[in-house]
């Protein structure tokens, strides 16, 4: 019995690629966005969202008209402290990427857990609009009580980090040049005699 489900699903997947690889090699745009929020914490009470969406087209022709419109994030909790969470592009070629992002300031603690941005498109062949969902974002714990970070390691290593492996390259170097070899020395005694 287990036979016959299998080889069902197997043909369901292998014309599932079928269909697929015929719709991505169609001369339409293939619209694809990513959407990525990181926390930024000033100072106690005080948290940032760096949010980026970034829009590509992986399709084989352009798309024109393209607007984004990322409207999860509810204005009595978050205010928006730089940039637009609207942006819109004449065109989008084949192959090609956007990039989009701004910063909005938390005014509450709770754990937030965004939609994903809305990509709309406009092909030449349609009169209709094309939509496309950005990726979604992991929820995030805005205003947590989380232990401070030891960023200071990283300070250092980005600060000094260049300068320390020239210095010890140096060192190991002058220190190879400097010490006596000891295979050199012994044929050194033997010319002597």
Excluded: C
């Excluded at 909790?77 to 065109?91: A, L, P, Q």
């Amino acid at each position: 019995m287990a036979i016959p489900i299998g080889s069902a699903l197997l043909s369901t997947v292998v014309a599932l690629l079928l269909f697929t690889s015929a719709l991505a090699s169609s001369e339409l745009p293939f619209i694809i966005a990513h959407k990525k929020a990181s926390l930024n914490r000033l100072k106690s009470g005080v948290e940032r969202v760096l949010v980026s969406i970034d829009i590509y087209n992986q399709g084989s022709s352009t798309a024109y008209d393209v607007s984004l419109s990322d409207d999860s994030w509810p204005q009595d909790i978050f205010e928006v402290v730089s940039g637009n969470t609207s942006k819109s592009w004449e065109r989008l070629d084949a192959g090609a990427i956007v990039s989009h992002s701004f910063e909005l300031e938390a005014k509450e603690k709770l754990l937030f857990n965004g939609a994903p941005a809305l990509v709309t498109f406009r092909i030449p062949t349609k009169a209709a609009l094309q939509e496309s969902y950005s990726t979604p974002i992991f929820p995030l714990d805005v205003l947590a009580d989380r232990p401070p970070e030891k960023k200071f390691e990283w300070r250092f290593l980005a600060k000094y980090g260049s300068l320390i492996s020239v210095v010890s390259i140096v060192v190991l170097f002058v220190y190879l040049v400097a010490s006596p070899s000891k295979s050199g020395a012994a044929k050194g005694s033997k010319k002597k005699r």
